[in-house]
């Protein structure tokens, strides 16, 4: 117990949490997006993969309740560490200099976080809920037949026959909105900016960068966080380019082709 309390009282212990909960959560944004990407793909590959993770019942809503744990504990922990530091250093023209000696990526920290949270929420509303972005498929996206067996990596998801949620249908449509194309672009850009200076400040954090190797490190990350941007920029902007087109005979098809 006292362990894990000085770990809450202390600026590093606070900066270990972090540290650990940006881990957990960097894993899920390309976890996230690796799954995203299927949507390039045939309808019943996305489809079957999300009926898989509904299938899951209660180790589904176990990591759900894992990764809102780790968004809590890591928004905890940078207000604790910012107001930390604000008192620490007091008035003066300190922070001025710190300012304009920082990168473009740590001072945009605390307001890429808070874009992000915010993304979060209608996310999670959006596709999750179905309470927001829904006046095109609220009440008629209902379920489909998967036409092919699902696999990934050998390992079975779905079976053909099955009924599946049409999430193929739902991010087409989604995203033939220019406004919520542009806020996801946005949050994900945030983001990515986010995870460069965040990525970087947990291998420090963690003891894993020297100066032997901290340039290179640098380097990867911010190829990392590029990467990572531009994976979730082509969804939305494939779709809302037109370069991207829905699947004949699918639901988005049919919506998107009278608008």
Known sequence: MSLLANLFR???????????????????????????LQIFSH???INGYAYFLQS??????????VLLGAVGLHVWAAVALTLESKAARGPSDYGVHKWLAATIASRTMRISGLVVLAF?????????????GTEYYKG???????????????????????????????IFIGFASPLVAGFYI???????VHLWHGADSM??????????????????????????????????????????????????AKVLSTR
């Open 10 to 36: 202390s600026s590093i212990g606070r900066k270990f949490l972090m540290a650990v909960s940006g881990l957990i959560l960097t894993g899920f944004a390309f976890g996230h997006l690796a799954g995203n």
């Open 43 to 45: 309808p019943d590959r």
């Open 56 to 65: 899951l019942g209660p180790v589904l809503w176990l990591v759900r309740l």
């Open 120 to 132: 979060v929420i209608y996310h999670i509303l959006h596709f999750t809920v179905g309470l927001a």
């Open 140 to 170: 008629n996206i209902a379920e489909v037949i998967l036409g092919h067996d699902v696999r990934e990596f050998g390992f079975p998801l779905a079976s053909k026959g099955t009924a599946v949620h049409d999430v193929y249908s739902m």
């Open 186 to 192: 946005l949050a994900t850009g945030l983001l990515a």
């Open 203 to 252: 291998f420090q954090t963690l003891g894993l960068r020297s100066s032997k190797w901290s340039c290179c490190l640098r380097k990867a990350v911010a190829l990392l966080a590029l990467g990572y941007f531009i994976g979730n920029l082509a969804i939305p902007g494939a779709i809302l380019s037109g370069l991207a087109k829905p699947a004949e005979g699918t639901y988005a």
